[in-house]
């Protein structure tokens, strides 16, 4: 059964994270018209999931007044390696025993619509592009630095995927051979120097060798966190103001880089630690990549800036799966 596309239809949106699942109802020109949020965890089956996912998701369209026939298409983001375009995901680190499951087709049994599954950070990127700071800039990067480092590519509009769909690994790009080990098993990637984890680490390891800061009562305490360590750096802390200029040489090392292969015109930083020290990172991110780029590269027009949809990239991005792909309707500017 497919509802018949119009401009009043909706699209039903979830963004999958690794301990919430987002779901809202969006459409046609980008308005959430309702949302909701709930917790899920891995033991989730694959069509429980789905069947408590179209549940929640007629219910919240009820609570809303909004009727369910003006619901067109699902869209799906998540993280994981997936097959985008027969909707099969073959493993997804948030549903950790799913190997090889077709969740398009599960998800269009449970909802009784056309479904599109995309991979979070491609998602995401798809959102700012559409409704975000992305808007007109061509060729546009998300970068999102939080727990780990991962990027959505778009190139005139189209996600590059590579070869078996996993291109845009940024976060494994090699900064320094002999840096910290990496989950990956390599070392000194991206990931590896300026993710959460790496940033409390590294501030851990000062404070190891007995340095005097703010932060050795945190540290003491178990408290360490990067918003702790962002904190201490706006009050000047020394050992914090060393953590972040840390930070800011791996993430200036790896954009340059990104900037020389791809000659992007926007790269927008996202994610938790991305945003929340948006304000220490962003100016000496751009000052040190102005000192690294080649004189070919045109910095001043091209932009580093915040990503501008927050949590709310994914849903957005979910949004505009169904409209681009079910509803054949080209809205990507
Ligand atoms: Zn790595």
């Not at 699942?21 to 308005?31: E, F, P, T, V, Y």
């Not at 990067?226 to 090392?253: G, H, M, N, W």
């Not at 340059?256 to 020290?277: D, F, Q, S, W, Y």
Request: hydrophobic share 45%; net charge negative.
């Amino acid at each position: 059964v497919r509802n018949k596309p119009d401009p009043i239809s909706i699209a039903a949106c979830v963004d999958i994270g690794g301990t919430k699942a987002l779901l809202g109802l969006i459409d046609r020109q980008g308005n959430i018209l309702a949302r909701e949020m709930f917790y899920v965890n891995a033991e989730y089956q694959p069509a429980t999931l789905a069947v408590e996912l179209a549940d929640r998701m007629r219910s919240l369209a009820d609570q809303y007044n909004l009727d369910w026939k003006r619901v067109c298409g699902v869209g799906y983001s998540t993280t994981g390696m997936m097959d985008v375009e027969n909707g099969i995901i073959f493993t997804s680190p948030n549903q950790g025993g799913w190997r090889d499951i077709n969740y398009g087709h599960i998800l269009e049994d449970s909802f009784k619509l056309p479904a599109r599954i995309e991979m979070d950070a491609n998602a995401a990127a798809l959102g700012e592009s559409w409704l975000g700071v992305g808007k007109k800039n061509n060729p546009f990067i998300l970068l999102i630095v939080g727990t780990g480092i991962g990027a959505g590519i778009l190139i005139d509009g189209n996600i590059l995927r590579g070869w078996r769909g996993t291109a845009g690994e940024i976060g494994h790009m090699c900064i320094h051979p002999d840096g910290p080990p990496c989950n990956c098993g390599g070392r000194g990637c991206l990931e590896s120097l300026a993710s959460g984890p790496a940033i409390t680490l590294q501030a851990r390891q000062l404070l190891n060798e007995g340095r005097v800061s703010s932060l050795m009562k945190p540290f003491q305490s178990n408290l360490l966190t990067t918003p702790i360590i962002f904190d201490a750096a706006r009050q000047k802390d020394p050992l914090a103001l060393e953590v972040i200029e840390y930070c800011v040489d791996a993430l200036s090392i790896g954009m340059t880089n990104i900037i020389h292969l791809l000659n992007p015109k926007m790269i927008a930083i996202g994610g938790g630690v991305g945003l929340g020290g948006a304000d220490l990172l962003l100016e000496p991110i751009r000052l040190a990549i102005s000192r690294r780029v080649g004189p070919w590269v045109d910095f001043a027009g091209t932009h580093i800036v915040p990503a501008q949809l927050g949590n709310d990239a994914g849903l957005y991005g979910a949004a505009w799966l169904v409209w681009n792909h079910i509803d054949q309707v080209k809205i990507f500017n």
